[in-house]
């Protein structure tokens, strides 16, 4: 890594099971692997996942961070003849920060480094803070995983190289799944129920089946209504509202099959399940679902997916987080990365809102704090550096 200093400034895990900002903390230390490019950071951004990394989760000394985005300094030798990239490429990144295993890499930090498969090269009209914000790597990562893996959506034309190269799972229940770009017009798309559609995993996750050319049923709050639907959403419910369920099945005509869930809580496992129809389907979260609830509807198969599990590393997070390293995984992130390249070279992929400010790490501390405390909604805090 060609910098003059051997520290840097970064967040990392301090004392008492907290995160603090360092100025002295070690730059990336490893060598350079083949398949990696080393950047230095220009923007970052902040996911509730984030704001986890606390207690049993920090290892003190290493560096917190997933989404960042900045200028390529340095690339490994398969990296730039199997991926393209090139030093001073403005790239986007997607780390497993906070890992022990590898302490000094992580995105909230003057320099990281990064997997050529969990890099992507920014749009020229794009600054390094919307890049960091609306393409940042993790929910782009979490969200394809969770839809055309772990419930078994077919991708579509839209989405190559990852429609043809790597079908989903064959998957219990069996679901006659109809896409808008296979339809005769016989038959509606299938709705997909995306609850937590305010989100930004939740609006990553609307844009993505439109793309693939299904029917998106939304849960939020009535002040995200607008924004769920304007990227895409087909109709919109309030998740608060006693009769939410109740209001989807009958809207659904009880057929609903397919939900995501990116909230992931246990009234929200109850409310998904609640709205999927009598025959049952799949449900998939972005954390650990009730297995109480799970186990009201045996004929609902559940799942939950880790985020960072694509980039292909042991994840030595505690139960029920940790995951030895899944070559299944790292294959549909090898073919996701440049089906996601390919999306944002033809201007398929919108920005969720942002709020950028340049205060810098020490301000992403604050914000952190933000983030646990609730006071963020509808938002993705960006900070530059």
Not at 204 to 228: D, F, N, W
Not at 298 to 308: D, F
Request: glycine share 10%; net charge neutral; proline share 7%.
């Amino acid at each position: 890594m060609t910098v003059a200093t051997q520290t840097q400034s970064a967040l990392v895990g301090g004392p008492s099971g907290k995160v603090i900002l360092s100025n002295s903390a070690p730059l990336p230390q490893e060598p350079l692997r083949d398949v990696e490019v080393a950047v230095e950071v220009k923007a970052i951004s902040l996911n509730p996942v984030d704001s986890k990394m606390v207690g049993v989760f920090l290892t003190p000394g290493a560096t917190l961070g997933f989404d960042a985005a900045g200028v390529v300094t340095a690339v490994g030798s398969t990296a730039a003849t199997e991926w393209d990239y090139r030093v001073g490429d403005r790239v986007v990144v997607a780390i497993n920060g906070m890992n022990r295993l590898r302490p000094t890499i992580g995105g909230f930090a003057e320099h990281t480094v990064s997997y050529a498969w969990g890099t992507l090269k920014i749009p020229d009209s794009w600054s390094f803070a919307q890049a960091a914000g609306g393409m940042g790597g993790s929910a782009w990562l979490t969200v394809p995983w969770a839809l055309f893996y772990s419930i078994g959506l077919p991708a579509g034309p839209l989405l190559e190289p990852l429609n043809s190269r790597l079908p989903p799972p064959q998957l219990e229940p069996k679901i006659n799944i109809v896409s808008s770009h296979g339809s005769d017009g016989t038959k509606p798309p299938t709705a997909v129920l995306v609850n937590g559609g305010g989100s930004y995993t939740g609006t990553c996750a609307i844009q993505l089946l439109k793309l693939a050319g299904y029917r998106v049923i939304a849960t939020c709050s009535p002040r995200s209504y607008e924004l769920a639907q304007s990227f895409g959403a087909d109709a919109v419910f309030d998740y608060a509202d006693p009769m939410c369920a109740a209001n989807i099945r009958t809207y659904a005509k009880n057929s609903l099959r397919l939900v995501i869930d990116c909230i992931a809580t246990t009234e929200t496992t109850r409310l998904c399940f609640e709205a999927m129809g009598r025959a049952g389907g799949r449900y998939v979260s972005l954390d650990p679902y009730s297995a109480e609830i799970a186990a009201s509807r045996t004929i609902v198969r559940p799942s939950w997916v880790v985020g960072m599990e694509p980039l292909g590393d042991e994840i030595a997070w505690p139960a029920p987080y940790g995951r030895d390293a899944n070559p299944v995984a790292l294959d549909f992130c090898q073919m996701w990365n440049p089906t996601m390249q390919g999306l944002l070279d033809r201007g398929l992929i919108r920005l969720h809102p942002q709020r950028v400010r340049d205060t810098g790490l020490a301000g992403a501390l604050e914000g952190l704090e933000e983030i646990r405390q609730k006071k963020v909604s509808g938002q993705k805090l960006i900070y530059t550096l």
